[in-house]
C-alpha cells in the first residue's frame, strides 16, 4: 500500500493506494484483486477487501464503489451505496465511509478539502480525462464551498508514458481539443506514446489546484507489482485483477 505523504500530514483521512500485495486471490488474480467484475472467486474477492478495510481502519462500514463506464459521472452519497450505480467518481462529507475506485492502468485520483472536509475517489482513464471527470468533480467541491487553496489532489499509478502506445487517431482527437496537449504526446520510431498522469497533472494545475501530489509508479512495470490490463493482453492473459485506491474521512 502506498500512501500521499501530503494526506497524511493532515490527519483528517485514512487512505492508501494498494497494489496487488497481500491478498488471497490466486493465478492471475494473485493476490490482492479487488475488482468483483473480474472472474475470480467472489470469496476471495471478499477476503480481500476485508483487508482493506482493515488496512484503513474502517470499522463501521462496507467500501462504496461504482460500475465504472469510463465517463464524467460523479455521485455525491451519505452512506453506503448498496445499489449499482453507474459512474467514476464518488465524492462524500460523511465520517468512517469509505469510497473507492478501481484501476488497472487508468489514473486513480483521490482528493480531500481539509477545510470543509470532504472527500472524493476519482477513476480517470483516458476517456475520463478527456471528458474532464476530475474537474467535473472540482466544480462540484467549490458548489458545496470548498476553496481552491483548501484542495488536495493525489494523482495515484497509473500506466507510463513509455508502456502506453496510441494510435494516431488518439493523438489527433487531443490535439483537436488544444494545440497545448501536443506535449503529453511522444515519438519513438513512427510509434506514439501518452502521457495519461502528466495530462491529469496538467488539468489539476491549469484548474487552480495547486496542491498536487504525484505517486510516480507505473502500473505496467512488473517490478511494481501493479495489476495491469495492458500488461495481461500483452500476455495473452483472459482476464486481469483490478487495484484498489480508497480515502475515509476519520
Sequence with gaps: ??????????????????????????GIYKSLNCGKGSRD?????N????????????????ISFLHQIHSSKYFF?????????????????????????LTADCVPILILDKRKKVIAAVHAGWRGAFKEIAIKVLKKLI????????????????????????GKEFKD??????????????????RIYFDLGKFIYFQLNSFGISKIDVIRKDTFDKKNNFFSARRSLKNNEPDYGRNISVIMLK
Excluded at 85 to 99: Q, R, S, Y
Excluded at 153 to 162: F, L, M, R
Design 1 to 26: 500500500m502506498i500512501r500521499s505523504k501530503i494526506l497524511n500530514k493532515t490527519n483528517i483521512v485514512n487512505h492508501g493506494f494498494f497494489n496487488r500485495n497481500n491478498g488471497f486471490s490466486k
Design 173 to 190: 482527437k487531443f490535439i483537436k481539443k488544444s494545440k497545448k496537449n501536443s506535449r503529453f504526446f511522444k515519438f519513438n520510431q513512427k
Design 143 to 166: 458548489r458545496l464551498g470548498s476553496n481552491k487553496n483548501d484542495i488536495i489532489a493525489v494523482v495515484g499509478p497509473s500506466i507510463g508514458q513509455k508502456n502506453y502506445e496510441i
Design 41 to 45: 472467486s467472489k470469496k476471495n474477492i
Design 77 to 101: 452519497i451519505k452512506k453506503f451505496n448498496k445499489k449499482k450505480i453507474f459512474g467514476d467518481a464518488l465524492i462524500t462529507n460523511v465520517k468512517n465511509l469509505p469510497i473507492a475506485i
Design 47 to 62: 477476503k480481500n477487501l476485508h483487508y482493506v478495510r482493515q488496512k484503513i481502519l474502517s470499522k463501521k462500514n462496507n
